[in-house]
């Protein structure tokens, strides 16, 4: 699975559309540096979305995730901060599937996944993990965190890997092995500005990663 995240220019949206992606993500938090505000909302609602699209959101309340689902046609929420389980369940219960990220340290406690995997496993198929590098602005730091941590998660939740993933981390992205790997988030190493994608780059990243 690939996943390109930060997504705003409706030029740059379209030309993506056309790559062999699986879900694009547009950000509705507003500390971030390819937030999509109001009237960039209205801009992409007017697009035909062909790709799975994924809200992403920071402790947002739960009315506002509402209000951006059919306008932005939503297939996944991302929920990029530190919602709780029962927060993701209150969407659950609305059939969207969500991409739960977490922010890995070197000292990541992976029994804290627990409440999460027990939801997983009453939603099957709708909850996914999101494993991406800790930063203080819950995400975009553009840095990797230590793969090999994940080695000790033993969940049955599918995961994505997030965080500073580049052009020139095909081959490290297919060594990587767990039974739960699902695919790769692409973000800002893959910019030309904030918000703005290299599609080139990107295609040829497929295109090697696919083979």
Request: aromatic residues 10%; negative net charge; charged residues 30%.
């Amino acid at each position: 699975m690939i996943k390109v995240c930060g997504m705003r220019d409706i030029e740059n949206i379209n030309q993506l559309q056309e790559l062999d992606i699986d879900f694009m993500g547009i950000i509705r938090y507003s500390k971030s540096k390819r937030f999509v505000d109001d009237s960039q909302k209205e801009n992409v609602a007017q697009q035909t979305m062909n790709k799975g699209t994924v809200g992403v959101y920071v402790n947002e309340s739960l009315e506002n995730i509402l209000k951006d689902i059919i306008p932005l046609q939503l297939d996944v929420i991302q929920l990029h901060g530190d919602e709780d389980s029962a927060f993701a369940k209150a969407l659950l219960e609305i059939d969207i599937k969500i991409f739960k990220a977490f922010q890995i340290t070197e000292d990541f406690d992976l029994n804290s996944l627990k409440e999460w995997e027990e939801l997983a496993a009453q939603y099957v198929g709708k909850l996914f993990f999101l494993f991406d590098t800790a930063t203080p602005n819950y995400g975009g730091s553009g840095k990797k965190f230590n793969w090999s941590i994940l080695d000790s998660y033993k969940g049955e939740v599918p995961f994505l890997l997030s965080g500073g993933i580049s052009k020139d981390d095909v081959a490290i992205v297919k060594e990587f092995k767990h039974n739960m790997f699902l695919g790769v988030d692409l973000n800002s190493k893959f910019e030309t500005e904030p918000g703005v994608k290299n599609i080139k780059e990107i295609k040829t990243f497929i295109e090697k990663l696919r083979k």
